[in-house]
């Protein structure tokens, strides 16, 4: 969705919300050591999971829009 695009159905916004919650969490980790207490490590497995959860609910758009 475009950048100011306001969410039109409860999957856009579902959608939405994970993007910004990504964005706050990559930028919250620029003040943590890198190798602290593999947080790197558990970073980068929870971004590949919301990654891939954001992309099923992108494909099943059309199941959720049907009346």
Same mark, same amino acid.
């Given at each position: #969705? /475009? *950048?100011? *695009?306001? /969410?039109?159905?409860?999957?856009? @916004?579902? =959608?939405?919300?994970?993007? /910004? /919650? #990504?964005? @706050?969490? $990559?930028?919250?980790?620029?003040? =943590?050591? =890198? +190798? +602290? $207490?593999s !947080?790197? @490590?558990?970073?980068?497995?929870?971004? +590949?999971?919301?990654?891939k959860?954001?992309?099923?609910?992108?494909? *099943? +758009?059309?199941? !959720?829009?049907?009346?």
């Amino acid at each position: #969705m /475009a *950048a100011g *695009a306001s /969410a039109t159905s409860p999957v856009d @916004r579902v =959608i939405d919300n994970l993007d /910004a /919650a #990504m964005k @706050r969490l $990559g930028a919250a980790m620029r003040d =943590i050591p =890198i +190798r +602290r $207490g593999s !947080f790197k @490590r558990t970073h980068d497995n929870l971004a +590949r999971d919301v990654a891939k959860v954001v992309t099923e609910l992108d494909a *099943a +758009r059309p199941i !959720f829009h049907k009346n």
